[in-house]
């Protein structure tokens, strides 16, 4: 299978951001998470999680770079069920009008050869492959713009308890609603361990409700939760984030640090439309920070607490 689209922007530029698999969940809007175990001299192993037919997969592909010929080669070692393999590439060429002309290729063959698996995967692949490319040719042509609309920040906490404890009630959001007060409810589903999906009404401090759905990924041997929000207000086009427990090995008191951290990448059009046509973007970022960064605090304060009531 082959996508093709052009793109306003220099290769260099696209290129980069194929490369940059760290900031795929950002970019991409099927991408909830990525790993990179092996990166050595332009080839990596990666380990992916994204939607395909509206059910998050997870599978591993070895990646070859080639910046100068701004080629990408992907071959999966690790599948998802109906996929028996799958490969390709991405090229970014230089194109007449001194923008850029993107090919991602496919090629793969279904489980047993089944004819349904195979409609499923084409359109999975279909589906995905206009999607990232017209998120690759948005955020391309954004060009330096980007660097004012995507930010990342965090807040912490030292908590006197286990990692497990602190892991628990961060897992189990189920029970949010009655262990924070600014969760006015929650449904949490989970098809499969360590994969959840969140439908959550927030309160405000106005009182008001707002709603988000997002999917997790649950580390618990790492105790770490990384995620990605589905649905969003409209000044974000992007939100992901992680929770992360760890020792401190600078703290005297041999305590753990847990740390929420938070990527967003805010819509102008959506700032205007939500905060009024003079706002800033420097406002925009203030209040997000201000309304993430507060609930995360909150839930942090309540995590310790839990935990370190439970210690013997």
């Known amino acids: 299978m082959e996508h093709v689209i052009t793109v306003a922007a220099p290769p260099e530029a696209v290129y980069a951001l194929v490369a940059d698999v760290s900031g795929w969940p950002q970019v991409f809007g099927p991408t909830v998470h990525v790993e990179l175990p092996e990166d050595d001299n332009g080839e990596q ?40 393999s799958m490969g390709g590439e991405w090229r970014v060429e230089p194109h007449a009008d001194g923008g850029s002309r993107v090919v ?11 004819p349904d698996a195979v409609r499923l995967i084409e359109q999975a692949v279909d589906r995905n492959s206009r999607a990232e490319l017209d998120a690759l040719k948005h955020v391309a042509e954004l060009g ?10 965090s807040d912490t906490e030292h908590v006197e308890g286990s990692a497990e404890d602190v892991f628990a009630f961060l897992d189990r ?23 959840q ?20 990924i649950c580390f618990p041997d790492r105790h770490t939760l990384v995620y990605k929000q589905l649905h969003m207000p409209v000044a974000l086009s992007g939100h992901t984030g992680r929770w992360v427990i760890a020792p401190d090995p600078a703290d005297p ?38 309304a993430l960064g507060g ?18």
């Open 253 to 290: 008191q041999n305590r753990l640090v847990v740390t929420s951290w938070h990527t967003v990448t805010l819509d102008p059009e959506g700032v205007r439309h939500a905060l009024g046509p003079a706002a800033t973007l420097d406002e925009a970022r203030t209040l997000v920070r201000k």
């Open 197 to 216: 999906h969140l439908d959550m009404d927030t309160r405000g401090a106005d009182g008001s409700l707002h709603n988000t759905k997002s999917v997790r």
């Open 45 to 84: 192993l990666l380990t992916l999680w994204a939607f395909a037919n509206g059910e998050v997969r997870t599978w591993s592909s070895r990646r070859t770079l080639d910046a100068a010929a701004g080629r990408i080669t992907f071959r999966q070692v690790v599948s998802a069920s109906p996929v028996a």
């Open 295 to 312: 609930n995360s605090s909150r839930t942090l304060r309540q995590a310790k607490e839990y935990a370190e009531s439970l210690r013997s």
């Open 144 to 153: 330096e713009e980007r660097a004012s609309l995507c930010f990342t920040f």
């Open 104 to 114: 991602l290729l496919h090629d793969f063959r279904a489980v047993d050869d089944d």
């Open 173 to 195: 959001a189920d029970l949010w609603p009655e262990r924070l007060p600014h969760v006015a409810r929650l449904v949490l589903t989970e098809k499969e361990p360590g994969l």
